[in-house]
């Protein structure tokens, strides 16, 4: 099997989320710039509007999400595994609230004049203007947290998560690594990115020992990629993951279909349905540069709407 190709930039949370995750597994995979900011149209090429990232890449078929991204992994290299026997449920239940709500406060916090200057040194003025104005409509309809009450409610989940490791486990469900820790350390490695603002992490030693412990797994084995020869990968592919859309889901194997982010990033991705089950929709869709692409979302977080025939 040839690598895996991620879609990502160096600044990027949940991009981080993914490296680990390489690094965890030991695996070797190709890494492909993208811009932080639109225009994307490599991205677009590849995913048909998604633009959140990372995204990943195999061939013809594409990843968004990384719940989703991190299941793909780990089925394609289960040793040593992301859901371990016997905490599997409880440790994605604690990823995805560190996905959405730890999240949520770590970035208007982190993002705070002081933090900023670091988390975007180098950018001058004009592009800071630029990221805020691109960024704007991504979090449009969104409840964004002041950075006094992201704050409070930040020292207030570092207390939880510092009782988590109490006991003295390495990991936050036992001897292992799970899903959660990856999901929780790239909420602080996005602190780390601004010095003045790791001061909320000193008073937790267990916390600050644990981070240590998962950011040594490294990245993997990146190899650089430039986009088009992803896109040229894509193009040439012959097949695809196999999937199939499972009976009494609400939706039929070929409909037209958009699937839409349902929190932020709202950008509608439009195509024939080929595949869906309780935890991944499948759209098929064509570009002309990329070919048939087959792009897939997880079923939780995404709304599916019918559309005109595809």
């Not at 600050?208 to 088009?228: L, N």
Request: glycine residues 8%; charged residues 15%; hydrophobic residues 45%.
């Amino acid at each position: 099997m040839h690598p895996f190709i991620l879609h990502h930039y160096a600044n990027s949370p949940f991009s981080e989320k993914i490296r680990l995750v390489f690094g965890f597994k030991g695996m070797a995979w190709q890494s492909v710039h993208v811009p932080s900011m639109l225009p994307k149209p490599d991205v677009v090429a590849l995913t048909g509007g998604y633009r959140r990232t990372p995204f990943l890449q195999h061939g013809a078929d594409i990843w968004c999400d990384t719940a989703l991204m991190a299941r793909v992994i780990d089925r394609a290299q289960p040793t040593p595994p992301l859901y371990p026997p016997g905490v599997a449920g409880a440790a994605q239940t604690l990823a995805q609230w560190a996905d959405a709500t730890l999240f949520w406060a770590v970035i208007p916090y982190t993002l705070q004049p002081q933090g900023i200057a670091h988390v975007m040194a180098g950018v001058p003025p004009e592009g800071l203007k630029a990221f805020a104005a691109d960024r704007a409509p991504f979090t449009a309809g969104m409840t964004r947290q002041t950075p006094a009450d992201a704050t409070v409610a930040l020292k207030a989940y570092l207390v939880r998560l510092e009782e988590q490791l109490a006991d003295g486990r390495a990991f936050l469900f036992g001897g292992q690594a799970s899903i959660a820790d990856f999901s929780v350390a790239h909420c602080l490695w996005f602190i780390h990115l601004a010095p003045p603002m790791v001061v909320i992490l000193e008073p937790f030693a267990r916390l600050r020992a644990w981070y240590a412990r998962v950011a040594s797994f490294g990245h993997g084995e990146p190899t650089v990629m430039k986009s088009a020869q992803a896109i040229e990968l894509a193009a040439a592919a012959t097949s695809h993951e196999p999937v199939q859309v499972e009976p009494g889901l609400g939706f039929e194997a070929g409909e037209g279909v958009t699937v839409t982010p349902t929190d932020y990033g709202r950008d509608p991705v439009a195509g024939a349905l080929v595949g869906l089950t309780s935890e991944e929709v499948v759209i098929e869709r064509h570009d002309e540069r990329a070919g048939r692409l087959h792009v897939h979302f997880p079923r939780i977080g995404f709304q599916i709407r019918k559309e005109a025939k595809a």
